[in-house]
T-cell receptor, first 114, second 113 residues
Framework: KAGVTQTPRYLIKTRGQQVTLSCSPI?????VSWYQQTPGQGLQFLFE???????NKGNFPGRFSGRQFSNSRSEMNVSTLELGDSALYLC?????????????FGSGTRLTVV | DQQVKQNSPSLSVQEGRISILNCDYT??????FLWYKKYPAEGPTFLIS?????DKNEDGRFTVFLNKSAKHLSLHIVPSQPGDSAVYFC????????????FGKGTKLSVKP
């Protein structure tokens, strides 16, 4: 079956702009989480959505937001981009609930802010 | 404050030998751990996990050991292969929910032929 799909793969934006990243989870998966990977901070949790509701949120400013649609696809938005937002943004999906199942990650979107 | 620590940024091993990747944690409430492998330009891939009710879990060439008293776990790869060259992340779910994984900063493993 198809894996987690993230689009676009690469993105270059100018400081001050906003950006929207998309994630299509594995079919049947209802939970989608977003992570930011940077060389200095490693992998950090942004937020998790389950059945269109934000279930958990990491320690990021309000410029970072997300949503989930009824088909479980998710988008994250970053407004007023800063140079420090340059990172690999990873989306991960899992079936849902509180089961002990490892997430399946997408290949990520590489965002460069100039 | 890092709750999951991987103190070795890199490790180099000869093909066929054992690779041992280490991970320490500070939060005694963590009761489940996962290892992920990541190649450049790809997302992390789930490798193996362990619950705190066990001290060892094995899957093929991969074995994870958990020492709860020391708050330490390790991933053993035997025998190591060049295709194992990647960055390995240790992670634990915060608050018992896998909706929020706390990751270590990773160890880059290089397996030389």
């Amino acid at each position: 079956k198809a894996g987690v799909t993230q689009t676009p793969r690469y993105l270059i934006k100018t400081r001050g702009q906003q950006v929207t990243l998309s994630c299509s989870p594995i079919s049947g998966h209802r939970s989608v989480s977003w992570y930011q990977q940077t060389p200095g901070q490693g992998l950090q949790f942004l937020f998790e959505y389950f059945s269109e509701t934000q279930r958990n949120k990491g320690n990021f400013p309000g410029r970072f937001s997300g949503r989930q649609f009824s088909n479980s696809r998710s988008e994250m938005n970053v407004s007023t981009l800063e140079l420090g937002d340059s990172a690999l943004y990873l989306c991960a999906s899992r079936p849902g609930g509180q089961g002990r199942y490892g997430y399946t990650f997408g290949s990520g979107t590489r965002l460069t802010v100039v | 404050d890092q709750q999951v620590k991987q103190n070795s940024p890199s490790l180099s091993v000869q093909e066929g030998r054992i690779s041992i990747l280490n991970c320490d944690y500070t939060n005694s409430m963590f009761d489940y751990f996962l290892w992920y492998k990541k190649y450049p330009a790809e997302g992390p891939t789930f490798l193996i996990s362990i619950s705190s009710i066990k001290d060892k879990n094995e899957d093929g060439r991969f074995t994870v050991f958990l020492n709860k008293s020391a708050k330490h776990l390790s991933l053993h790869i035997v025998p190591s292969q060049p295709g194992d060259s990647a960055v390995y992340f240790c992670a634990s779910p915060y608050g018992g929910s896998q909706g929020n994984l706390i990751f270590g900063k990773g160890t880059k493993l290089s397996v030389k032929p």
